[in-house]
């Protein structure tokens, strides 16, 4: 399910954010440029929205920001990592390494809510994050996260 948001055109693997919102509007820029969302700013703005519930800084180093947004074109996931960590405001107070953003249509809650808990359940193994660490091109990001999906259906 997961592998029909993704592509290898929306993973960055040396993210240049040093913050959070440098990171949303590092991945939110992948998305506008792979004409995954309609309006930039506006969606940016739902991103702030949602997480002005809370933090998606999950903590283990990970982060999941998500909007559902009027402004996506296509419901996708895009993927940054970051080698020196990001300040996040996470649960557990430590820098984030790994993110996932979903950008889904604001009439789409049950992909959406089933896209985050693919990512929540599998960002929770720590060999899972290690692979994504240790990914050395996007291709290895996608083959990484078709295994964990195989691995869902066994």
């Not at 107070?93 to 049950?110: E, N």
């Amino acid at each position: 399910m997961i592998e029909t948001l993704i592509d290898v055109n929306l993973i960055d693997l040396s993210l240049n954010a040093r913050t959070k919102d440098g990171v949303f509007h590092e991945l939110a820029l992948l998305l506008h440029r792979h004409d995954r969302i309609i309006d930039y700013y506006h969606f940016i703005e739902d991103v702030y929205e949602r997480e002005n519930l809370g933090t998606t800084g999950f903590g283990f180093g990970i982060a999941i920001p998500h909007a559902k947004s009027p402004y996506v074109k296509t419901p996708s996931v895009c993927f940054g990592k970051s080698e020196s960590g990001i300040s996040y405001d996470s649960i557990d107070g430590k820098p984030v390494y790994l993110v996932f953003m979903i950008a889904m249509p604001d009439t789409d809650s049950k992909q959406h809510l089933t896209t985050l808990a693919w990512l929540s359940r599998n960002l929770m193994h720590e060999s899972f994050r290690n692979k994504l660490m240790n990914a050395k091109s996007p291709e290895d990001i996608i083959q990484i996260i078709h295994q964990a999906n195989e691995g869902e259906k066994d």
